[in-house]
């Protein structure tokens, strides 16, 4: 049975470099990791025995997507490569490399079926690739300013993004129209003095019935230099397009949300990070505040769901990639 306030690490397992983002092979094998050496790190969930995949990225590695079906990887870098693995290949090398965008690559999402890819970053595009081959579909102009995430309606038909002003949209995948906007604009700040654009929509998800939409990241960024800011989270109808409720996050000064997951009961789970440490924040949809928080050993950037439910992955900033059990 779910009951976060039960949680504890499970396992610890020691990277060389600090991490960024993680992904769990769908088919319950091995934890795909990614950070500041500019590689990729495949784990075994059965040992914990770290495999490297080295090339294809020349810099940060800032995103990794899995297929449905556990058999590719993607990643994209600060180098603006997009890259093809597979998953379980004895000496893992890219078998695809292509210079996807301009600048950061900050998002890669992949479709319900597992056929398209859809990336995002700095450059302000959306690009949507055929998974099989690598070829582009399409692409359009989606902000004004870095797109930090991407979201997948389960159904497979529309795409979310979310950019560093605070605009939800939603696009047609087959067409790149707009269908819809969310005004996510209380995670955005803009300080004179520094003059500097902060925040914006660091991670969204949509709960199990397909009714609400959440999108996550940091308010009252006073002093967003000094990384002086609060988690928030604003949760939004999706037929109306309301703001519906807001939820806090007390007591941590210096915390941004990465991701958002919602877990198989409706409770929402927040993976925050930042001067305060690293933590796993939970809030049942009714309630304006968490109910609990775990504190995690160090400084957390991503969060990842086992196929079990019952277990999160978190990497950190000391290079550690932990497994946290939330079941009874």
């Not at 038909?157 to 604009?185: H, I, N, P, R, Y």
């Not at 000064?253 to 925050?272: A, I, Y």
Request: charged share 20%.
């Amino acid at each position: 049975m779910i009951d976060p306030t039960k949680s504890q690490v499970v396992a610890d397992w020691k990277h060389d470099r600090p991490l960024i983002s993680c992904r769990v092979d769908p088919q319950s094998r091995f934890l795909f990791v990614a950070g500041e050496e500019g590689a990729l790190s495949r784990f075994s969930l059965t040992d914990g025995a770290r495999t490297p995949m080295p090339g294809g990225h020349e810099t940060w590695v800032w995103s990794v997507a899995v297929t449905p079906d556990g058999a590719t990887v993607l990643s994209g870098g600060a180098d603006g490569k997009l890259c093809w693995w597979e998953s379980a290949a004895v000496e893992p090398k890219p078998i695809r490399s292509l210079p996807a965008h301009v600048g950061w690559i900050r998002a890669i999402v992949i479709s319900p079926d597992g056929t398209l890819a859809a990336t995002a970053g700095n450059d302000l595009v959306i690009r949507v690739w055929k998974v099989a081959d690598g070829s582009l579909v399409r692409e359009w102009t989606a902000a004004t300013k870095d797109i930090l995430t991407l979201l997948f309606h389960p159904q497979g038909q529309s795409l979310f993004s979310g950019d560093l002003m605070g605009v939800v949209k939603c696009w047609d995948v087959a067409t790149g129209t707009e269908q819809a906007t969310f005004d996510a604009g209380e995670l955005h700040s803009f300080n004179e003095g520094q003059y500097v654009h902060f925040g914006g929509v660091r991670g969204m998800a949509m709960s199990p019935d397909q009714k609400t939409l959440v999108a996550g990241g940091l308010y009252k960024a006073s002093n967003p230099l000094g990384n002086v800011h609060e988690p928030l989270v604003l949760r939004f109808d999706i037929e109306s397009k309301k703001l519906l409720s807001k939820n806090l996050c007390d007591g941590i000064p210096n915390g941004s949300l990465w991701r958002l997951l919602f877990l198989s009961d409706g409770t929402l789970v927040g993976v925050c990070g930042g001067n305060s440490g690293g933590f796993l924040l939970f809030w049942k949809s009714d309630a304006e505040k968490d109910f609990f928080r775990f504190k995690l050993p160090n400084i957390a950037r991503d969060v990842d769901l086992y196929p079990d439910g019952g277990h999160l992955a978190t990497t950190h900033h000391d290079g550690h990639l932990r497994v946290t059990r939330i079941t009874t």
